[in-house]
């Protein structure tokens, strides 16, 4: 016998106090009895301890638990018999834990913080047989950092990076030679739009091997190959990567928060000598830009 759910939301994606329905499906080439068919809504932020954190991380936080959000079972159907063939079970349950300060983080697939929303079904067979149960994930939709409005023309900020504005050491010849690259992004935005802005190169000594943009957490986008056009503005339109990103939190124990990073390459031999490893590494033949990001949730 097989237990499968399926939920009445193709793109499995909720916001609190809304009606999580759907089916439970089961499979089974003859009746068999159970002592009751439950589900149960699972929410929790979990801290994972990567690479050469986890000394810094523990010493701050202890023993890394779960931090519980959401925990709510209910019975869908009571002890009985399930048909043979395929039967499917409806289900309706409220997106909440029943409490007065309910608390919903958006979901999120981070390098050490995962937020993360399960339902589960479970048909209990007794004590000679086991359990039979299926999990799916479901997205939340937060409503905690929801701007008013939606911003009709976000503010810009403006942004330079030459030879002076870099923290690391460069290649001699941009260092004397010098660049400049001048543009403009949108430093906050709804998760649901693209980031915006522009930028231009001035000038360069050297010539430009690509232009990336940087999501820290790290998803690095293209936007430019080769060496470019100078004082032509570049347009940026990045969209963002559903479950890596969601609207900034600070929530006592722990906080998701978000950077930006421009990146010009230039051309040299040592690009290729050198193997790419983090992306966020120095590089001297790399000049870079970084920039807070704040993400928000629209109604």
């Known amino acids: 016998m097989s237990v499968e759910i399926k939920l009445s939301r193709s793109n499995r994606t909720y916001r609190p106090n809304e009606a999580l329905r759907g089916k439970i499906i089961t499979r089974s080439p003859s009746s068999i009895s159970h002592r009751g068919i439950h589900i149960t809504l ?46 499917e079970i409806p289900f309706s349950i409220i997106l909440n834990d ?20 399960l339902l589960n079904v479970d048909v209990v067979r007794g004590y000679l047989h086991k359990s039979l149960s299926a999990t799916v994930e479901f997205l939340v939709e937060s409503e905690l950092a929801i701007l008013p409005e939606k911003p009709v023309s976000p503010e810009m900020v403006f942004f330079y990076i030459t030879q002076d504005t870099q923290r690391h050491s460069l290649l001699p010849e941009l260092k004397s030679g010098g660049f400049k690259v001048s543009g403009r992004i949108c430093t906050q935005c709804l998760v649901s ?20 943009i940087h999501l820290l957490r790290v998803e690095s ?25 969601c609207p900034t939190v600070f929530a006592g124990p722990f906080s998701v928060e978000f950077k930006v990073t421009i990146l010009v390459t230039f051309q040299t031999e040592m690009y290729n000598v050198q193997a790419k490893s983090d992306p966020r590494a120095f590089r001297k033949w790399v000049a870079m830009e970084s920039l807070p990001l704040e993400l928000v949730q629209s109604k």
Request: charged share 20%.
């Open 193 to 212: 739009d693209p980031l915006v802005g522009e930028l231009t190169v001035e000038a360069s000594a050297v010539p430009v091997y690509s232009i990336d």
């Open 221 to 245: 986008i293209m936007i430019a190959d080769g060496d470019v056009c100078h004082n032509l503005p570049l347009p940026i339109y990045v969209m963002l990567p559903r479950l890596l990103t």
């Open 42 to 87: 699972n929410g929790s932020v979990n801290l994972q301890v990567r690479g050469g954190s986890a000394g810094f991380i523990e010493s701050i936080y202890g023993v890394l638990k779960p931090i519980p959000i959401l925990k709510k079972s209910v019975e869908v159907q009571p002890a009985g018999k399930i048909s043979p063939g395929t039967t």
């Open 98 to 117: 029943g409490g007065k300060d309910d608390k919903f983080y958006e979901t999120f697939h981070g390098e050490n913080i995962s937020i993360q929303y």
